[in-house]
């Protein structure tokens, strides 16, 4: 059953950087992609590692997020797959070797919560 958790002020997200929130035991990242507030669960569907924490750092930029393991990289709002393991630590790799990077995993989306924003308040559902 979703529940709805509230995460934090319209103004913690002004700044257009990609955020983590605990909600209800959950990371999520939430940023603003455009004039709205987006949300998806802090897991790549890679191998399930941080979105926001590895050898290449976190980046996030015009509402895509690139997972700083393998630099696949995903739209924010919608969780869907742009590129699908093209390198590591930030760094592209010849383009015969992302199979191998992909081990075997096929692109999939990132899981994506729905964002609410009542008054100053945000909220996501989970
Ligand atoms: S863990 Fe994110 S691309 Fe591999």
């Not at 750092?57 to 739209?75: E, I, K, M, T």
């Not at 709002?77 to 995993?105: H, K």
Request: aromatic fraction near 8%.
């Amino acid at each position: 059953m979703p529940s709805r958790v509230r995460v934090g002020s319209v103004a913690d997200f002004a700044d257009g950087k990609l955020h983590v929130v605990d909600a209800a035991g959950t990371s999520i990242v939430v940023g603003l992609t455009g004039d709205s507030l987006c949300a998806a669960r802090n897991r790549c569907p890679h191998l399930g590692f941080s979105l926001t924490s590895g050898p290449g750092g976190l980046r996030y930029a015009d509402g895509q997020v690139v997972c700083p393991w393998h630099n696949s990289r995903f739209d924010l709002a919608s969780g869907e797959n742009l590129d699908w393991t093209p390198g590591f630590a930030g760094r592209d790799m010849p383009r015969w070797s992302r199979r191998m990077i992909a081990l075997g995993r096929k692109p999939s989306p990132l899981t994506t919560y729905e964002v609410m924003v009542e008054g100053d308040d945000v909220y996501v559902e989970l």
